[in-house]
């Protein structure tokens, strides 16, 4: 497991960051469309007419993802990914990578530590914290192929059999029989719809609690697009139907605003963290016992290094931890494996029409699918990718 002295010492060559494009073709023909285009997502900026809700996620449509590709001295390299390619790519490329290159392989915490004081001027997190995700799980992929051992091995070993999964959309029939025993569905109205918004929300969380039985755990997700008052609201309204958790439901810069929430709805599940980044800000929301969920994403939070310190004090507090969209990737499948404090696993970009198996929508080769509701994933080398230069190729934009 500890690797060779060669591989101990073994040095960073370069740092190659491209922009891609990530779009499964499925073979299959759905049977019905997916409901997911049917409802227009409430998002922050819906509170002004002039925003067009069709585009759904904002601010990042004309942006790739970033790719970063790490080689080692011996020709070995591993791949890690995040969001918002346009600006984060030249951070890594123009900030990072020119005092990372000669840095040792096996030095995750070196080289994690070196990004962030890097960011000092500018701060490490908000889109910093994505270029320093890519990199990071870049590094931990490369590190287990060195190493030979898969990820989930060199962050302690295997904890669980499998994970657990719910999947987040709209189709929630389509789910139950691919054999998920939880869902999540999102918040298409908002406080600006008012009273007729709300009305429109609890129809859709009856019809769906109605459609799945009682037996599966349903959540709901707002995105941050909710006020405090709404949010109180919402969960009074939602009460009969069982909610296990209120999820992201205002601004993630808002820690009175989660205090309040907290104090008003004393009975209600709560979960964040998707737009929290880096270690710090969960050390304060744990200290000041805002939510009962953490819920980082592993592309966007540090990458596996922040995610597992971010596990480790949840853990410390008595706090769960499901990452967010974290069986999407090897990345976060293989944090999910070996972190205790992880309960459930996140299935939710590019999840499958109905009728089309999910193994039609990966992203990247080499990822575990979900099987009746659980996963595991690979024990290759790294994360288990099964990509080539030729593949990076074919994606690059």
Not at 6 to 19: D, F, G, H, P, Y
Not at 75 to 82: D, L, P, Q, V, Y
Not at 215 to 241: Q, S
Request: glycine content about 10%; charged content about 20%; some cysteine.
């Amino acid at each position: 497991m500890q690797g060779s002295p060669a591989q101990r010492l073994m040095k960073i060559k370069e740092i190659r960051v491209v922009e891609i494009e990530l779009n499964p073709k499925p073979t299959t023909t759905p049977r019905t469309p997916s409901r997911s285009g049917t409802y227009q997502l409430n998002r922050p900026i819906t509170r002004y007419p002039s925003f067009n809700r069709k585009e759904g996620h904002v601010s990042y449509s004309e942006w790739k993802r970033p790719a970063c590709i790490i080689t080692a001295e011996d020709g070995t390299w591993g791949f890690g990914i995040s969001l918002y390619g346009g600006p984060v790519t030249r951070i890594i490329s123009d900030h990072f990578a020119p005092y990372l290159v000669g840095e040792n392989c096996m030095a995750t915490e070196k080289v994690w530590d070196m990004m962030v004081r890097l960011s000092a001027a500018f701060g490490a997190t908000g889109l910093t914290s994505y270029a320093i995700s890519a990199v990071d799980c870049a590094l931990w992929d490369l590190k287990g192929k060195i190493l030979g051992r898969p990820v989930y091995e060199l962050l302690g070993g295997p904890q669980k059999e499998k994970i657990f999964c719910y999947a987040s959309g709209f189709d929630q029939e389509w789910y139950m029989e691919l054999g998920f025993k939880a869902t999540k569905l999102f918040t298409p109205w908002g406080p600006d719809q008012g009273k007729e918004g709300l009305v429109k929300l609890e129809e859709l969380v009856a019809t769906t609690r109605e459609s799945i039985g009682d037996n599966v755990d349903l959540m709901l997700d707002a995105w941050t697009g909710f006020d405090i008052e709404h949010t109180v609201r919402v969960c009074e309204t939602m009460k009969p139907y069982g909610l296990k958790w209120m999820e992201d439901y205002i601004s993630p810069d808002d820690f009175v605003g989660y205090e309040t929430v907290r104090q008003r709805l004393p009975w209600q599940t709560l979960a964040t963290g998707e737009h929290w980044y880096l270690p710090t800000v969960f050390a304060e929301a744990a200290g000041r016992r805002l939510v009962d969920i953490f819920q980082p994403d592993v592309l966007w939070c540090g990458g596996i290094t922040a995610a597992a310190k971010i596990c480790h004090i949840a853990e410390a507090n008595g706090i769960n931890v499901i990452t967010h969209g974290g069986m999407n990737y090897p990345y976060g499948q293989h944090l999910a494996f070996a972190m205790p404090a992880i309960t459930w696993g996140e299935r939710s970009e590019g999840i499958s029409a109905p009728g089309v198996p999910l193994e039609e929508m990966v992203k990247l080769p080499g990822t575990s699918v979900i099987k009746d509701g659980y996963v595991a994933p690979s024990d290759a080398p790294g994360f288990g990718l099964e990509i080539d230069e030729a593949w990076i190729e074919s994606v690059m934009v």
